[in-house]
């Protein structure tokens, strides 16, 4: 965006990775939701599109903003006039330096889990979000403990009801051949054969798109497919590698089977978890899918800048930080900004791309003295993605985020079929979660964004033999 603003300057992307993210196969839904695929591409490629962009491969080891200086990794120092801090978040790990706990945020790490998986028989799997949810889906013939700290699963994008509705797609013995998947594989080019040194997971890789588990062989040891066990209400107390569980002289838990008492399991397991519920289970490994903190490390130190209480820098309407010429866009940011009452930030791809072109545009405002109106995807919270092979839409406040108990919720469920939530707060459409194929997701849209007063339709606003499409068209 900013190459096609500024044809004439040069402009240099900064990066740590050998390969840059495009977005492709980009498909507008409707006024704010938008499906697109996240590609790896080498760098040359977006340096051939745009002749003015640069692509320097190499971390950033610290900014001066008051010199409006950039130094990097290579010992290099770059000049800047305006410069965009888009540098993501880094998952946030239940414990650092244990070689038994894995983080997964990006291809690599996938990778990472899918060797670590070939040899396994069971995984504790602790987080309730995205990547979690998808992960204990897709995993066959392996032994899964999901720790989870709320009451139900998938608490980020759902609430019990619509965990409810998903459930039995876990349980289900075998799984359905699966949709052929829309998106793109994920393969960092080379990265394969060179064998990454140990020690730098942390510095590189770029956030995973909704597919990553796509293409990769995600199939433990074990005969059986699905095989999940969800401890709800707890979060990992304490992690015991094999000898120091040995001096603990406790016992650890057999995998839970609905028809058998818990038994003490006989099996030495490399690492062993404890969790606040008390129970102990004894796994090959642990993997952290417990979200991301913002990567705000090598630009903080002499710099000025405002932070969020979440660890993001602050931007305000125009994506600026608090520093001049500074701005911020995608997970690394925190909208500080009074916003529209059914938007709220989440780090999610669809946002990042967002943000990343308004930022662009704002930057172009400010160097040529114009003004700028607010983007429209600022307007709505919208969020297209698939969970265990249905489509899951979310819009504004799907779960009451922010309304307190001044709301009501209506639902529709047809079991293994659809599942719609909406949101209302007097007579006005807050929020919705759709799964499956409902074709709703344009008309909520509408009666969200335009706040239509709808007590006079009641109940039948969800009445399967309504077609409220063509009433509000």
């Known amino acids: 965006k900013l190459a096609a603003e500024f044809p004439s300057e040069d402009i240099f992307l900064m990066t740590a990775s050998p390969v840059i993210k495009a977005v492709t196969n980009f498909k507008q ?7 697109f695929d996240v590609e790896e591409q080498p760098s040359s490629l977006l340096e051939k599109r745009y002749p003015n962009i640069r692509v320097i491969q190499s971390g950033v080891k610290q ?11 290579d010992g290099k120092e770059y000049t800047y006039e305006k410069l965009c801090l888009c540098a993501g978040a880094k998952p946030k790990l239940i414990v650092e330096g244990n070689p038994y706990v894995l983080g997964i945020r990006d291809t690599d790490s996938a990778q990472a889990f899918q060797k670590n998986l070939a040899q396994a028989e069971r995984i504790v799997v602790v987080g309730n979000g995205g990547i979690a949810l998808e992960l204990v889906y897709e995993i066959q013939g392996c032994e899964v403990i999901w720790a989870i700290k ?7 994008f759902f609430d019990a009801g619509a965990a409810e509705f998903l459930l039995p797609k876990l349980t289900a013995e075998s799984q ?3 949709i052929e998947c829309k998106r793109t594989k994920y393969t960092l080019e080379g990265s394969q054969e060179k064998g990454r040194p140990t020690g730098t997971s942390d510095k590189l890789g770029s956030a995973l798109g909704p597919d990553w588990h796509e293409g990769l062989h995600l199939k433990g040891t074990k005969e059986f497919s699905h095989n999940v066990h969800i401890e709800i209400l707890c979060e990992v107390k304490k992690i015991h590698l094999q000898q120091e569980f040995i001096q603990l002289q406790q016992t650890s838990m057999t995998f839970p089977k609905a028809e058998k008492n818990v038994e003490a399991d006989e099996v030495l397991w490399p690492v062993y978890v404890e969790l606040t519920n008390g129970k102990i289970y004894g796994c090959n490994f642990i993997v952290s899918a417990t979200g991301v903190v913002p990567n705000v490390e090598p630009f903080l130190d002499g710099n000025n800048f405002a932070v969020g209480e979440d660890g993001g820098l602050k931007v305000d309407e125009h994506m600026h930080t608090s520093l001049p010429d500074v701005y911020a866009a995608g997970d690394i940011c925190t909208a500080a900004w009074e916003p529209s009452p059914v938007w709220h930030q989440m780090r999610l791809w669809t946002q990042a791309r967002q943000m990343g072109w308004y930022a662009a545009k704002c930057m172009a405002a400010d160097a040529l003295g114009e003004s700028i109106d607010m983007d429209f995807s600022f307007e709505l919270f919208a969020h297209i993605t698939k969970f265990f092979n249905y489509k899951v839409v979310v819009l504004g406040k799907y779960n009451a985020q922010g309304l307190g108990s001044d709301h009501e919720l209506m639902l529709r469920c047809t079991k293994g079929h659809e599942y719609v939530k909406v949101v209302m707060q007097n007579g006005r459409m807050m929020g919705a979660v759709l799964i499956g194929e409902t074709d709703l997701e344009e008309t909520f849209e509408n009666l969200i964004l335009n ?20 009433y509000f068209d």
Do not use: C, F, R, W
């Open 29 to 35: 839904v409707s006024k704010t939701l938008e499906e």
């Open 63 to 73: 900014l001066k903003s008051d010199e409006h200086k950039i130094y990097t990794e």
């Open 150 to 156: 709320d009451k139900a699963i998938g608490n980020t």
């Open 451 to 470: 706040q239509m007063d709808l007590s006079a339709y009641g109940e039948d606003l969800l009445n399967p033999d309504i077609d409220i499409e063509d």
């Open 176 to 178: 359905e051949t699966p």
